[in-house]
T-cell receptor
């Protein structure tokens, strides 16, 4: 089974802090994605990566950056956390040949 | 547990009924569609998918119907069980050259025993 893990289930940070969310997949997938999920808005794509060191902006990249130094790991970075970044963050991966994405359990981030 | 989608449309059914969850998509160029189920406190899980060259696809207790004329997708769950209670999302690949998915806002399914 594909396994996508995220470093934390719950995280509480203060406004202005730098925040790192880590995602690791164990199936050698080329594509990796970061979404945020908010009530009534569904999943919105922040960034995705289709290869090591490659990244593409999604629909809501402002205030976020990403890093993919190794194929299995995709990090989401909040350079200076703000309260409007309080959300559920979901990581997903997929192989190059498929559209189906495999999701991690999510990280509930609260910025106070 | 987690509260996902406080303002979601909700479908309430009795155990044993058939459920139909609907989804409208916007991009006529989309060539792939997928349904996910998200239980409280978990990430979305794959249910079934369909390509644009098909109208119908069946899985175990689930059927997806695609109507490209009106850009409509539906998920039918037969003999709904309490374990089917979750939020259901449809998603489409907008055929932009990357394997991105664009997600709908979701529907909450509540199954009463």
């Amino acid at each position: 089974d594909v396994k996508v893990t995220q470093s934390s289930r719950y995280l509480v940070k203060r406004t202005g802090e730098k925040v790192f969310l880590e995602c690791v997949q164990d199936m050698d997938h080329e594509n990796m994605f970061w979404y945020r999920q908010d009530p009534g808005l569904g999943l919105r794509l922040i960034y995705f990566s289709y290869d090591v060191k490659m990244k593409e902006k999604g629909d809501i990249p402002e205030g976020y950056s990403v890093s993919r130094e190794k194929k299995e790991r995709f990090s989401l970075i909040l350079e200076s956390a703000s309260t409007n970044q309080t959300s559920m963050y979901l990581c997903a991966s997929s192989p190059w040949t498929e559209y189906e994405q495999y999701f991690g359990p999510g990280t509930r981030l609260t910025v106070t | 547990g987690e509260s996902v989608g406080l303002h979601l449309p909700t479908l309430s059914v009795q155990e044993g009924d058939n459920s139909i969850i609907n989804c409208a998509y916007s991009n006529s160029a989309s060539d792939y569609f997928i349904w996910y189920k998200q239980e409280s406190g978990k990430g979305p899980q794959f249910i079934i998918d369909i390509r644009s060259n098909m109208d119908k696809r069946q899985g175990q207790r689930v059927t997806v119907l695609l109507n490209k004329t009106v850009k409509h997708l539906s998920l039918q769950i037969a003999a709904t069980q309490p374990g089917d209670s979750a939020v259901y999302f449809c998603a489409e690949n907008p055929n932009t050259g990357f394997q991105k998915l664009v997600f709908g806002t979701g529907t909450r399914l509540l199954v009463s025993p």
